[in-house]
């Protein structure tokens, strides 16, 4: 079993900075991939960005240049720096693992974007 634990949610105004956090634990060997995802309110739920196990990062048109996902393995813990925020980022984030025929998702963390 895989529990992931988000942080680093808030408000940010327009044009500024967080970094999201996501710790994992339990049978963390089993992991395929991790990424984060976002539902605004009266939207679907999307991914923002994925990270492999092993090959590259993507990310949505809408974060790329802006959006930075990466993992420190050392602490089991999977970034989300976010830069030039913009109102439209506004959502609660997710972080979510893969595993063989399943998949783990974090409680949320909820990111506002206003001045």
């Given at each position: 079993q895989?529990?992931?634990?988000?942080?680093?949610?808030?408000?940010?105004?327009?044009?500024?900075?967080?970094?999201?956090?996501?710790?994992?634990?339990?049978?963390?060997?089993?992991?395929?991939?991790?990424?984060?995802?976002?539902?605004?309110?009266?939207?679907?739920?999307?991914?923002?960005?994925?990270?492999?196990?092993?090959?590259?990062?993507?990310?949505?048109?809408?974060?790329?240049?802006?959006?930075?996902?990466?993992?420190?393995?050392?602490?089991?813990?999977?970034?989300?720096?976010?830069?030039?925020?913009?109102?439209?980022?506004?959502?609660?984030?997710?972080?979510?693992?893969?595993?063989?025929?399943?998949?783990v998702?974090?409680q949320?963390?909820?990111?506002?974007?206003?001045?």
């Open positions: 895989v529990q992931l634990v988000e942080s680093g949610g808030g408000l940010v105004q327009p044009g500024g900075s967080l970094r999201l956090s996501c710790a994992a634990s339990g049978s963390i060997f089993s992991i395929n991939a991790m990424g984060w995802y976002r539902q605004a309110p009266g939207k679907q739920r999307e991914l923002v960005a994925a990270i492999p196990s092993g090959g590259s990062t993507n990310y949505a048109d809408s974060v790329k240049g802006r959006f930075t996902i990466s993992r420190d393995n050392a602490k089991n813990t999977v970034y989300l720096q976010m830069n030039s925020l913009k109102p439209e980022d506004t959502a609660v984030y997710y972080c979510n693992a893969l595993l063989p025929g399943s998949e998702w974090g949320g963390t909820l990111v506002t974007v206003s001045s």
